[in-house]
């Protein structure tokens, strides 16, 4: 499923040729995209929808983060790839807050940075003070997931070179979007957990799927570049690949079952329905008392044999 080549389209921000990919959507359904890693932006056409599976996010992951950090800075009017007509600003909410991208007017589609699509997905998250001292005690710099610049102010909400939103990878909700494919959620095998990450603090074993920070040491699990990212898809890569699609049922199978069932009928769905029989029948009845005493059901009875005259008089 996955494959990347070259396009003629040039990249709208350092007009080097497009890598187009195909990537794995859910369902057995694939998306294209067309990349620039150099720029790290990412172009859909108008009916592409970024609804990938777990494989597919690694695909993508792994297309954008096994190339060097780029420190490209982006021009402030962009055309798009497919009529060279220039791009509109626009702005979406979803539910994980608010998002920008670029669109063509003419409907040929849409160009994200690829921090910002990760974003619009609830896969990035801001930074807390919290992370900052994790950084501090791991002597790391905090980097910009767009361009890869390291240099910041301690308190910087932008990055002073490309001036993008400073994120951190959320890595429960990564994590959960790579255990995914066919539909289903990955069913991790039993005894030790192939995913666990090492604890920067103590060394102590993670489970990136729940855990932001250590239960020893109370160190928190900080992902800040991209190189943090490769160990997980490693591991998630080789189960994404192992899982085989659910197998249709048969068809016709549900009404064989039924067959000879007499709960399965219209007729004592309506007796159900008019409270005549119990709805959790096993074949049995109400008492006859039972059913004399309910005014619902004379009434049921008294609407039928109206119908019933009107249609047969």
Request: one cysteine or more; glycine letters at 8%.
């Amino acid at each position: 499923m996955h494959t990347a080549t070259a396009t003629s389209a040039p990249c709208p921000a350092c007009q080097q040729a497009l890598r187009h990919l195909v990537l794995e959507g859910h369902y057995a359904k694939s998306v294209e995209v067309e990349l620039c890693t150099a720029c790290y932006l990412v172009w859909f056409d108008a009916f592409e929808s970024v609804r990938l599976s777990g494989l597919g996010w690694v695909q993508l992951l792994r297309a954008m983060v096994l190339q060097p950090a780029s420190r490209a800075v982006l021009p402030p009017n962009m055309a798009c790839v497919r009529c060279r007509k220039p791009l509109s600003a626009v702005r979406n909410q979803t539910r994980f807050g608010h998002t920008a991208a670029l669109e063509c007017e003419q409907g040929h589609g849409q160009l994200q940075t690829f921090s910002l699509l990760l974003a619009e997905r609830g896969l990035l998250r801001q930074v807390l003070p919290a992370d900052r001292t994790s950084l501090a005690q791991e002597g790391r710099a905090l980097q910009c997931l767009q361009c890869g610049a390291g240099e910041h102010a301690p308190q910087a909400s932008l990055c002073a070179y490309c001036q993008s939103p400073l994120r951190m990878v959320d890595v429960p909700r990564l994590a959960s979007a790579l255990l995914v494919r066919h539909g289903d959620v990955l069913q991790l095998p039993p005894g030790a957990n192939p995913l666990a990450m090492a604890c920067r603090g103590c060394g102590h074993p993670l489970d990136p799927t729940t855990e932001t920070s250590c239960p020893r040491c109370d160190h928190v699990l900080v992902w800040a570049d991209w190189t943090s990212v490769r160990p997980l898809l490693d591991a998630v890569e080789p189960l994404l690949r192992a899982q085989q699609p659910r197998q249709a049922k048969p068809w016709g199978r549900r009404l064989r079952e039924q067959q000879g069932d007499h709960r399965a009928t219209q007729f004592h769905r309506w007796l159900r329905h008019a409270n005549l029989v119990s709805r959790h029948d096993d074949g049995g009845q109400r008492g006859l008392m039972g059913r004399l005493r309910d005014w619902r059901n004379w009434l049921g009875l008294f609407v039928l044999g109206l119908v019933g005259w009107g249609f047969f008089r």
